[in-house]
């Protein structure tokens, strides 16, 4: 047994097994061997593994893509009975004395070659298969997973990964993560923030060792550990507080279909955080009075090239209608810095935090943003959508926003097609628009306050360095009346103001935030009731 303190991102209690991510491809060494016997029964088993793999990815495609699709997942399986290569990979273990790996990686290469200078096109194209093959049953033999191959399990996993970017973790199925483990990565990092829309527990900073996979552990992301092979006491110590969270989960359920209102009677707009569609799930679980923030890029990241006006406008429309006329606010694409998306052809900044990212990508590139703003004003027709635009820094940014807006209006009017009511407001989240918050709400409905970044500019931190976690203080008190600046002034101009940075969902400070003013707070699904317990106990 081993105890490895991290950081933790999210809490809550797991015991599993570890599934090691890799997102590097495998660099294949050749190493001599000597058992020739032994190499080719480790090749076998890693051959019928993938087997296995693929006749569960057949079925999969086949109910969720059909079949005709699906048949490529037969083809593979196929190539891996096929006595050509079989006879290629046995031979060159035998006769050269080569691990399994390298026999592997080189009979895919060579298949691979003679395939792709056939004149047949059938033929051609078979040379991604069996490379695509050949490093499949690599990775097994290596012992490293891929998302794809999570997607194939069973069974939920404890995923552990040097770090995970905000692409990669989106497109992890979430119902086989049971926690994230990260040897890098900063609480703050969009990859927690996505465990905490999950509702996953994460660790963070987690110095583990490389030979973890497959190891059974504990995750406490309340104390930020992870125990290695646990002893049956500590199972069970644990089995009692996993008992315990689920006692006190349910003992919160009581609150849902509550009001969020404090003794005194002041009403409170307690909204969720989400990533994307299959979200609202938990929103609707966890009894949200809305969505106060939809971070809409995500549909950008999970996507292999710009989501059309269609696919945006189907994702908006879902959700609004799930939502049943709740209030829906939709944030504008808000990509760059940590969250890079190589079809957007950003190039290398020195400072990607200060740089080209969010509403200043959308106002370069209007054709992004007004694609946008049609599916969403399109996606407006069928709920109550609000918009909410990111990284404002000067009045003319909103201005011209509001521009690109009335055009999209326009065109949509000209072409018949209707839209509703839309609300219309920005996020604070640089100093610039804390200092100039009175001129800025003469011009929108509301404000969110955005306290991730608010933070990092506020206190010049960078939010993604680990390293300098000490100093992220979202408690620091430049923050906070940074905080009650932007309430009143927006109470000034007779707008509302809430926050959905990550600070929303700190139950220290509820009691704080609603005494400053606030009128709405949007935090991660699994964060309403217990913020709800907490304004319902505020005089
Ligand atoms: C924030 O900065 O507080 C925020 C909500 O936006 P994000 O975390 O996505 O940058
Ligand atoms: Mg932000």
Known sequence: MLTINGKAAFGGIVIGKIKEFSKEKNVVRRTKITDVKEEYTRFENAREMAISQL?????????????????????????LEDDDYLDSVKNMIETQMVNAEFAVATTGDNFASIFSEMDDEYMKERAADVKDISERVIRILSGVADSDELAGEEEAFIV????????????????????????????????????????????????????????????????????????????????????????????????????????????????????????????????????????????????????????????????????????????????GADKQIDYFNLDKEENPALGYRAVRICLDRPEIFKTQLRALYRASAYGNIAIMVPMIASLWEVQKAKELIELVKEELKEEGIAYGKVEFGIMIETPAAVMIADELAKEVDFFSIGTNDLTQYTLAIDRQN????????????????????????????????????????????????????????????????PVRDKVLGVE
């Open 55 to 79: 006749s569960k990815l057949y079925e999969k495609a086949v109910k969720e893509v059909g079949e005709a699709n699906a048949a490529i997942f037969e083809v593979h399986q196929m190539m």
């Open 160 to 335: 552990v990964a040097d770090d995970l970017a905000p692409s990669e973790t989106i497109q992890l199925d979430r119902s086989k993560v049971l926690a994230f483990v990260t040897r890098k990565g900063s609480t703050n990092s969009h990859t927690a923030i996505l465990a905490r829309t999950m509702n996953i527990p994460a660790l963070v900073c987690t110095p583990l060792e490389n030979d973890v996979d497959g190891k059974i552990a504990v995750v406490d992301g309340n104390s930020g550990k992870i125990i290695l092979d646990p002893e049956e006491d500590t199972v069970l110590l644990y089995e009692k507080l996993i008992k315990e969270e689920k006692e006190r989960k349910e003992l919160l359920l009581r609150l849902k279909g509550q009001k969020t209102v404090t003794k005194s009677g002041k009403e409170i707009k307690l909204y969720a955080n989400i990533g994307g569609v299959k979200d609202v799930a938990a929103v609707l679980q966890n009894d949200a009075a809305g969505i106060g923030l939809f971070r809409s890029e995500f549909l950008y990241l999970q996507s292999e090239a710009y989501p059309t006006e269609n696919e945006q406008f189907n994702a908006y429309k879902t959700v609004a209608e799930m939502m049943a006329g709740k209030k829906v606010i939709i944030r504008t694409l808000d990509i």
């Open 466 to 529: 680990a390293k300098l976690d000490l100093f992220y203080d979202a408690h620091h008190p430049a923050v906070l009346r940074m905080i009650q600046m932007v309430i009143d002034s927006a109470h000034r101009a007779g707008i509302w103001a809430g926050i959905c940075g990550e600070l929303g969902a700190d139950t220290t400070l509820t009691e704080t935030f609603v005494k400053m003013g606030i009128d709405e707070l949007s935090v991660s699904p699994a964060m309403v009731l």
